[in-house]
């Protein structure tokens, strides 16, 4: 949504630098960026950090990566900024919401940037620490997924994390495992039986969201 | 189910040995069991073939280890024999299936045995060969579940994909990530919230599932 030719650049390591040392300051920035977001969140992580801790100025991290879901995505070696993706969900009608969640993000995963998304996702569970695959989740996805199935109030932060769990599960049968009939199932197919799940999530009339009195 | 004093002893390399070398044979006979898995598959893997890789009688894979469906679950470092849980699905109503499966398989993810059970599947799902995971999910665990949901005739390999989805991500999210609210959820609200998707998948009555004509 921003920042569109600073974005480009962003994990791009290839292009002629605009100063020697180039890539190896680009490095410094990704790995104090995944040590601070690691450590203290996404939110709390400020760039001004991070640019401490790889002993440049911030302007450099701005002109290198855009925006800090920018530098974020960059950090988790995704290809795409995921705000880019997020933002959209905001103007889709709540009851399609589930269906149209399965289609965008299946769509994603099937494509050539998905091979490097569906790689980045399982190097984070792989790894001995999964806060900063927690951290992505919790204060990247799931913050913009909670305010929008919030109803009744207080049960949006439930609903989102049930759909994480469905859609986590599509992504390491289908991509990682490639677990047969789910690896070869057509995006509508899947949109159909597994669109309902999502969609009974984030609007339906569930009990147990909302602690008893 | 069988052999229990066989079972007690596959996974332990500490216990004092019936003769010298036992335990430089016991993994020679489960590196052998899991190549030989990751190469055919679970049915057609025999015991005498994984016996000859690894240079041993036939009958010492039996001692060491017990049935087949024993040896596999000590090539994957599982802490329990599947089929033992497995067996028992088909005994439940179907109308319960769902609600059974969920409760059962997060009392075994949160019980002491269940720490191992996450790090084998996490250092399966890590691996750069995922073929064993998906020959223990397709030829143990789903081959278990497909006839009993298999209504209509034919759709009850999607039917256990779906479920296996939800499942695989509740392991991811709960276990794995720790990914709150998921991860401090009461069974019985996992089992409340996600057991109806599992019976849909199970009973559905679901376009889609079958090809149209």
Same mark, same amino acid.
């Given at each position: 949504?921003?920042?569109g030719t600073r974005g480009m650049s962003a994990g791009s390591g290839t292009r002629s630098g605009r100063r020697p040392g180039n890539s190896g300051t680009r490095e410094a920035i990704?790995?104090?960026?995944?040590?601070?977001?690691?450590?203290?969140?996404?939110?709390?992580?400020?760039?001004?950090?991070?640019?401490?801790?790889?002993?440049?100025?911030?302007?450099?991290?701005?002109?290198?990566?855009?925006?800090?879901?920018?530098?974020?995505?960059?950090?988790?070696?995704?290809?795409?900024?995921?705000?880019?993706?997020?933002?959209?969900?905001?103007?889709?009608?709540?009851?399609? *919401?589930? $269906?149209?969640?399965?289609?965008?993000?299946?769509?994603?995963? @099937? +494509? &050539?940037? !998905?091979?490097? %998304?569906?790689? /980045?996702?399982?190097?984070?569970?792989?790894?001995?620490?999964?806060?900063?695959?927690?951290?992505? *989740?919790? $204060?990247?996805?799931?913050?913009?997924?909670?305010?929008?199935? @919030? +109803? &009744?109030? !207080?049960?949006? %932060?439930?609903? /989102?994390?049930?759909?994480?769990?469905?859609?986590?599960?599509?992504?390491?049968?289908?991509?990682? *495992?490639?677990?047969?009939?789910?690896?070869?199932?057509?995006?509508?197919?899947?949109?159909?039986?597994?669109?309902?799940?999502?969609?009974?999530?984030?609007?339906?009339?569930?009990?147990r969201l909302l602690p008893s009195e």
């Amino acid at each position: 949504m921003t920042s569109g030719t600073r974005g480009m650049s962003a994990g791009s390591g290839t292009r002629s630098g605009r100063r020697p040392g180039n890539s190896g300051t680009r490095e410094a920035i990704l790995d104090a960026a995944r040590i601070r977001f690691a450590a203290v969140g996404f939110d709390k992580a400020s760039i001004r950090s991070i640019a401490t801790a790889a002993e440049v100025d911030p302007a450099l991290v701005h002109h290198y990566f855009g925006t800090k879901h920018q530098l974020f995505a960059a950090a988790l070696q995704l290809p795409v900024d995921p705000q880019d993706i997020l933002s959209g969900f905001a103007a889709v009608p709540i009851e399609n *919401l589930g $269906e149209h969640i399965i289609r965008t993000v299946l769509g994603i995963w @099937d +494509s &050539p940037v !998905g091979m490097p %998304a569906v790689a /980045a996702f399982r190097s984070l569970l792989a790894s001995d620490d999964p806060t900063l695959a927690r951290t992505f *989740l919790l $204060e990247v996805v799931l913050k913009e997924i909670r305010p929008l199935v @919030d +109803s &009744p109030p !207080g049960t949006g %932060a439930k609903r /989102a994390g049930l759909a994480a769990s469905q859609l986590a599960g599509l992504l390491v049968t289908r991509k990682i *495992l490639k677990l047969e009939p789910i690896a070869s199932m057509a995006i509508d197919d899947l949109a159909a039986l597994v669109g309902p799940t999502l969609q009974r999530y984030f609007t339906g009339d569930l009990d147990r969201l909302l602690p008893s009195e």
